[in-house]
């Protein structure tokens, strides 16, 4: 089989065994992921940065007995830093070039995987689509005429286009979960301190961001986990250690759970059949699976809750340019997109007080949320409301248009700070995802899984929140229903590679014998 069909076929996990034995060499997987980047980008437009050069020289000299030996991967253009890689975070403002990696950046190169590009992210990462006017639209493999969200949008495009078989990814408000959910990965939102996101930062929108990855596979997804988790002397939060190992707990049956399912919208917002089905879908598969699933509602979780949200986002926002000003010592906004610049206005009018009661307002919801659902092992709940929606999608048009540029030039996003004002334009900015911002706020993991396919193709994913720091059984109830709804063996329909054929017994040319760490 050719090196490119194994590349798109395989996961992580799979890759890095045929290299542990010889099977596979590091600089074969590197050319093949390099080819069909080139390939395939021009119609996904998901790379921001090439690193292949570099690629080439890691792939000549990494440990093939490290985890994930010689897999090539992509980190994401926010948030992360690759030492001497220009970060855009997605923006025309000119771009940060760290002289340091991320605690997490240097932990995916111990486990041997091999970075071979940077993926695109809309503007800071505010944006559910990953759209720019620095980088363009981000396609979906499945159909490039939709979105393949965001603000991983990138990194998901990357992965199901088979380019790379995972990809670093972050969510600050649905981030790794809405690009998993449009193009059938899984994405696992880590409980907040489980990964750190230092030296670069401490925290991010105050403690809403997490950082992981979206995957081909379940198995990907605990393995990555398991060599990337753990606490750093700079960070602000832990996350309570693991009973046994995440890989260990995807590939065992996890017993009867107590599941309930959450369907209300928070925005009070229409949902649309297929995200319906989607979740109808999980729900019978976890009956079949034999476990109870009860139907809830989370009352707390309102409008009012949203709101808040989007008040703390905003200061971030408003934060994160001050510090791309004190960095560049001259103004950015004129660099901005008009939206970036409309939420970091909203986010200077809000005093300190009245941001310091919103986020007391949502730690009250979480503390409720987390004791109401205490009794169950997981809450399967959508992601999206409805299926990926085509490009372009999420634009102000028209009389919204006219909106937006109104207030950007005449400055009235002072409007926003009234509730009936802020309620419109959080409706226009989260009608298409009402539910992934919850997690961010408890602090809770939720696995994004695949499971429906919708009538025009395209995939639809769902949601499993857990406890706060029980990846465990979410790992274990998503590596289920991923064996019994079969998504292990699709892929995207887009540049199927052919199969083809290398020597017998002569899998990779020149191929040295994988060598054994000396001892210490």
Known sequence: MSVERLLWEEDAVGLAALVRTGELDPRELVEAAVRRAEAVNPEINAIAERLYEAARERA???????????????????????????????????????????????????????????????????????????????????????????????AAALVAAGVVPAAHASDGGGSIRVPAATTGLVGMKT???????????????????????????????????????????????????????????????????????????????????????????????????????????????????????????????????????????????????????????????????????????????????????????????PIIAHPPLPVGGMDAKGADEMVETALDRLRLTRLLKYDRFLGEMMDKSLWFTHWPAIQNVTGQPSVAMPVHVTAAGLPLGIQAAGRPGDEETLFSLAGQLERLSGWTKRRAPFHVPDPGSRPAGAPATDKPKPRRKPAK
């Open 60 to 154: 000549g000299r990494v440990d093939r007995l490290a985890p994930l030996a010689g897999v090539p991967f992509a980190i994401k253009d926010l948030g992360v830093a690759q030492k001497g890689v220009a970060t855009h975070a997605g923006s025309r403002v000119p771009a940060f070039v760290p002289d340091f990696d991320s605690m997490l950046v240097e932990r995916y190169l111990a486990a041997g995987l091999i970075p071979i590009a940077t993926s695109t992210a809309p503007e800071y990462g505010i944006r559910l689509m990953t759209e720019s006017k620095a980088f363009g639209i981000t396609r979906n493999p499945w159909n490039t005429g939709h979105t393949s969200g965001g603000s991983s949008g990138g």
């Open 191 to 381: 409980s907040r301190g489980r990964i750190p996101l230092t030296p670069l930062i401490s925290e991010g929108w105050y403690g809403a961001v997490v950082d992981h990855a979206v995957t081909r596979s379940v198995r990907d997804s605990a393995a990555l986990l398991d060599l990337t988790h753990g606490v750093d002397d700079l960070a602000p939060y832990a996350a309570r250690p693991p009973r046994g190992t995440f890989s260990a707990a995807a590939a065992r049956e996890p017993g009867r759970l107590a599941l309930a399912v959450h369907r209300g919208s928070p925005l009070g917002l229409e949902v649309s059949t297929e995200a319906l089905a989607a979740l109808d879908a999980a729900v019978a598969l976890a009956r079949e699976a034999g476990h109870t699933v009860e139907e809830i509602g989370l009352p707390m979780i309102d409008r009012a809750f949203m709101a808040d949200f989007c008040r703390a986002v905003a200061s971030g926002v408003a934060g994160f340019v001050r510090m791309e000003e004190a960095r560049l010592g001259r103004p950015v906004a004129p660099m901005l997109e008009r939206s970036t610049r409309v939420v970091a206005r909203l986010g200077e009018l809000l005093s300190a007080g009245e941001v310091y009661a919103a986020l007391e307002r949502l730690a009250a919801a979480a503390r409720r949320l987390l004791r109401e659902t205490a009794r169950y092992d997981a809450v399967l709940m």
